[in-house]
């Protein structure tokens, strides 16, 4: 018996339908433009990572760590990814409700570039001169830290705003003196640069001692509390994008450029290959928090910020608890005579080392042990390990 057409349509409509299953639409919202550091993220589109865990990821070019902070928080983005200093500081002064959910470096590559051609050859340099920046850029929020350190006033600069796309461009032709960009930046600009008979010279913050985290995937904490499974599955898919781009570089960067045609492939290379082998943290502990780094990444945005450190043990308080914390006390010239080579720039400044054991020294209050470590360091392991024989009879 032959069907009718309108029959036969319906059934393979239901077909269809009972055999696929909808993909669920995650909104990202990027930090920057769409340089060679997020070929993890369009060569894991490409590669089905994402359509994989039943997601389709849709993303969107970003305008600096402040512009992403509020659209995620504004509900225009479901996720996003931005510098954990803006994060920290708009939980803190706007009381918006995000909250970092993975972190993408390890460690700061924040920089500073300037023209060889400039003078200018050092940090103290950029005193007088114009520095291009982006609502919330995370360089800006450092940068009164960066100042102290290298001895200069950080109201001596002047900021001046212009979308993120351009500062490359401003930079060259002279319309500003520096650009606050990431270390990974350095490869295609520079490629740039020599083509016009120029050359960039960087300053990266590391070189003052930062060691601190920087980008995270970030969400609001509504969206966090209704959508666990959905979130799990994005971080699953996005550390599976991120370790196969590492092994296979070279093909990333060119689904990267097939993504984002104004991108060449090998300036996403060049950006990827620094991110990915200098930044990213190991496989075994890819996008995890340590408790002590976060503390020291507060701590560099509170002095920074002349922010309270309270707020980060609130934060804190969900964590797993330790069950006994020492706070090793020392004073910051002790230190100084005990350390006398290779000592950052934090570790010369005791003025810094003065108000950063004064911060541990209230935290301790909260029930740590502080044991006196200006005292050889046999009495120092002595007194923790009557402590902890207490602790354990």
Aim: proline share 5%.
């Amino acid at each position: 018996m032959r069907l009718p057409r309108s029959l036969t349509a319906a059934l393979l409509a239901v077909l269809t339908s009972s055999g696929a299953h909808a993909l669920d639409k995650v909104t990202y919202q990027l930090g920057w433009i769409p340089t060679g550091e997020y070929a993890p993220y369009f060569a894991g589109v490409e590669k089905g990572f994402y359509k994989d865990e039943g997601i389709e990821l849709v993303m969107s070019r970003g305008f600096g760590s402040g512009d992403t902070v509020k659209k995620v928080a504004g509900g225009g983005a479901m996720l996003g990814e931005a510098d954990i200093s803006t994060v920290m500081l708009a939980a803190i002064r706007e009381k918006a409700p995000v909250k970092c959910l993975m972190s993408e470096y390890t460690q700061s590559p924040h920089s500073i570039f300037v023209l060889e051609s400039s003078g200018i050859k050092s940090v103290k340099d950029l005193a007088g001169k114009k520095i291009a920046t982006s609502p919330g850029n995370s360089h800006q929020v450092y940068f009164p830290l960066l100042a102290r350190l290298e001895g200069i006033d950080p109201s001596s600069v002047q900021w001046v705003n212009a979308d993120p796309a351009a500062w490359a461009g401003m930079l060259l032709s002279g319309a500003i003196d520096a650009t606050p960009v990431f270390a990974t930046h350095e490869y295609w600009q520079n490629k740039q640069a020599k083509k016009m008979g120029k050359l960039i010279r960087v300053f990266p913050f590391a070189d003052s001692g930062f060691k601190i985290y920087t980008y995270c995937v970030m969400a609001t904490e509504s969206f966090i509390a209704a959508n666990g499974d959905l979130i799990k599955r994005f971080l699953r898919a996005t550390k599976k994008s991120f370790l196969w781009a590492r092994d296979n570089m070279e093909e990333a960067a060119q689904l990267h450029a097939k993504a984002n045609p104004t991108v060449d492939a090998d300036d996403a290379l060049g950006s990827m290959r620094i991110f990915l082998t200098k930044y990213v943290t190991p496989a075994d502990s890819f996008g995890k928090f340590d408790p002590q780094k976060l503390k020291d990444t507060y701590a560099a945005v509170a002095t920074a910020q002349g922010l309270d450190p309270a707020w980060l043990m609130d934060m804190q308080k969900h964590l797993p608890q330790p069950d006994i914390t020492f706070l090793l006390d020392i004073d910051p010239d002790v230190s100084a005579r005990r350390k006398t080579a290779d000592r950052d720039k934090y570790e010369r400044d005791l003025a810094l080392l003065g108000r950063v054991r004064a911060s541990y020294m209230r935290q301790a209050k909260g029930g740590w042990t502080t044991l006196d470590a200006n005292r050889d360091r046999e009495f120092v392991a002595a007194d923790v390990w009557k402590v902890v024989s207490a602790r354990l009879s």
